[in-house]
């Protein structure tokens, strides 16, 4: 008695379910302001405020001493790896290496220079996205963490909108006036166009 070919197995399905498209949207959304705050920074001042470096170190800091206040049972509640602890600390070590290399070497010496720079780009190009998703699996435990997939077109979005940011901030007098930037509690930039410039000759 001959038996009947068994039916293929159907693909998994790879579309997210609801908690994970509202993570996806969640993480972009919360995401998206500090990438473009970041990039027209870069854009009209050709710098990172000292605003935002220090909220970074100091949320950073804040969640590292939480995660070892709390030991390996915070490790085991948040799904977390050693490794995480490490990398979480990476704006920390770069705020202390800094620190340490300016009383040893001097801030005039290159290498001081180049811990500045390379650590920035790397605390806030890479890390911010990682650390961003570390933070929202910590408060929202329940979700499924994103696929690797998933998780680059996340970086993909936030760097997407970071160079909007930066691009908007380089051509900042086609969309602000000096005075809108005053308003905002900002010192113009050098080539800001004043409001008088509008007006009818």
Not at 139 to 166: E, N, Y
Not at 177 to 182: S, V
Request: hydrophobic content about 50%; some cysteine; aromatic content about 12%.
């Amino acid at each position: 008695m001959s038996q009947e070919p068994a039916a293929p197995l159907a693909a998994p399905d790879k579309r997210m379910n609801r908690t994970q498209f509202q993570r996806f949207v969640l993480l972009a959304v919360g995401g998206a302001p500090l990438a473009w705050d970041l990039g027209f920074n870069l854009g009209a001042f050709q710098n990172i405020s000292f605003e935002h470096t220090f909220f970074v170190i100091a949320a950073t800091s804040g969640l590292v001493l939480a995660l070892l206040v709390l030991g390996a049972q915070g490790r085991d509640l948040f799904e977390l790896k050693r490794r995480d602890k490490v990398l979480l600390a990476i704006p920390l070590l770069w705020l202390l290496g800094t620190l340490g290399l300016a009383f040893l070497i001097g801030r005039q010496h290159l290498l001081f220079s180049i811990v500045q720079i390379v650590g920035g780009l790397l605390v806030f190009v890479f890390w911010l996205p990682y650390g961003v998703m570390i933070l929202f699996r910590i408060l929202q435990p329940d979700t499924k963490r994103l696929a690797r997939g998933q998780r680059w077109q996340l970086v993909g979005i936030m760097l997407t909108i970071g160079v909007l940011g930066f691009l908007v901030g380089y051509n900042h007098p086609l969309f602000l006036t000096c005075e809108e930037f005053q308003l905002s509690g900002y010192d113009p930039p050098a080539n800001c166009i004043p409001l008088e410039s509008f007006s009818p000759q």
